[in-house]
């Protein structure tokens, strides 16, 4: 088995871009594939962070892959080589093990990589271009990737600085909350508003200097105000965020306290560098304020949880990898049972080399099997 990888790791967007498939060039790409003489079986995985082909054939199987997808992609040999990198028998298996359990994720240990595995292996199972040695890797990886998120915290370890703001806004003590987003349409804005958006009970509205017809049809149902408006608005908030470049504050103690009425409880997140919020609102009462520093603590607090994660979930992906490579190894050997058998006079041959695949790790079976493949030659 092998795997042509163009990913995050060895590709900028632009390049990921060209080797990307849509659902019907994924189906189209394999079946040309498997009509090669030297591959037997194909799979294409295209992520918006990684694009690879997983396939099965002789030595000779490489050459023809990446000739295969030069032609198709329509660029030239040297820029698939320059930018993929190549897993090879036991290395590629391990590799779609760590895919499909986020294990090669940007984000380690994220949930969305599952599906989309998932997803690129029911369309090649659907259109036959798999056979035991793909559905066997890509079956026992899925199971392997569940046992991990169902055996560790992994993907319930977040790390990334608008889903610690998300879960701010989800633990708020409020059944009912109205988030006001001052910078709505900024980088940062726009992760926290798309992370918040739809959820039940939360309702999201803002203020931006600029905002297009296309924002306004894409999320109906974000209220937007003028940037100069903003402070009116902060009454009905319980919980307010700033993420600007403002060389100034963004919201001041004076100013806020012209416009609250009430006194109800209220959080406010400044995201900024320099602070977008004058921390002398907490003064006026019932108002906690979390600034960048708190939520890279939380985020460094993480990342150390995380990786006593991923050693647990490495533990538990080797433990399955070797019971998928001894299958693997067997199954490749099944065709000269029958010639090494008959070297043998004891009627229980077979049944020994049963026993020897299900109790024998997967580098004994290998050493085994080489030995018997070398009797008689």
């Not at 698939?80 to 779609?96: L, M, T």
Request: hydrophobic content about 35%.
């Amino acid at each position: 088995m092998y795997c042509i990888s163009i990913s995050f790791k060895t590709a900028p967007l632009e390049v990921r871009e060209k080797f990307a498939f849509s659902r019907e060039e994924a189906i189209e790409f394999a079946k040309l594939a498997v009509k090669k003489q030297e591959i037997r079986e194909c799979m294409v995985l295209s992520t918006c962070n990684r694009n690879e082909v997983y396939f099965v054939g002789t030595r000779h199987a490489i050459e023809e892959m990446e000739e295969l997808l030069s032609q198709y992609k329509k660029v030239s040999r040297s820029q698939v080589i320059k930018y993929y990198y190549i897993f090879a028998k036991e290395a590629a298996v391990r590799h779609a093990f760590a895919v499909a359990s986020g294990m090669d994720s940007m984000v380690l240990g994220e949930d969305e990589i599952l599906g989309q595995v998932k997803d690129a292996y029911q369309l090649a199972l659907g259109n036959q271009t798999t056979d035991f040695v793909l559905n066997t890797v890509f079956q026992n990886a899925m199971n392997c990737a569940k046992k991990i998120k169902t055996d560790t915290n992994l993907s319930k370890t977040p790390v990334s600085i608008g889903t610690l703001v998300a879960n701010e806004i989800f633990h708020f003590p409020k059944e009912e909350k109205n988030v006001f987003i001052v910078g709505l349409t900024g980088k940062m804005g726009t992760i926290i508003m798309k992370n918040v958006y739809g959820r039940h009970g939360v309702t999201v509205f803002g203020s931006t200097r600029t905002v297009t017809d296309h924002y306004q049809k894409e999320y109906p149902n974000v209220r937007v105000v003028g940037y100069g408006e903003r402070y009116p608005y902060l009454e009905e908030a319980d919980i307010v965020i700033s993420a600007t470049t403002s060389p100034h504050y963004t919201i001041t103690k004076e100013e806020l306290e012209k416009h609250l009425t009430s006194h109800k409880k209220r959080l406010y997140i400044d995201l900024a560098v320099p602070s977008d919020i004058d921390k002398s609102i907490e003064e006026l009462g019932n108002i906690t304020l979390y600034n960048i520093d708190y939520f890279e603590y939380l985020s460094k607090h993480n990342n150390q949880k995380k990786e006593r994660e991923i050693e647990l979930g490495k533990e538990i992906m080797e433990q399955e990898l070797d019971e998928t490579l001894k299958s693997i190894e067997f199954h490749g050997f099944l065709p000269e049972m029958k010639r090494v058998k008959a070297l043998f006079k004891e009627q229980h041959f077979e049944s020994l080399m049963y026993q020897l695949r299900d109790q024998e790790n997967y580098e004994s079976l290998s050493v085994v099997l080489d030995a018997f493949r070398r009797l008689g030659v």
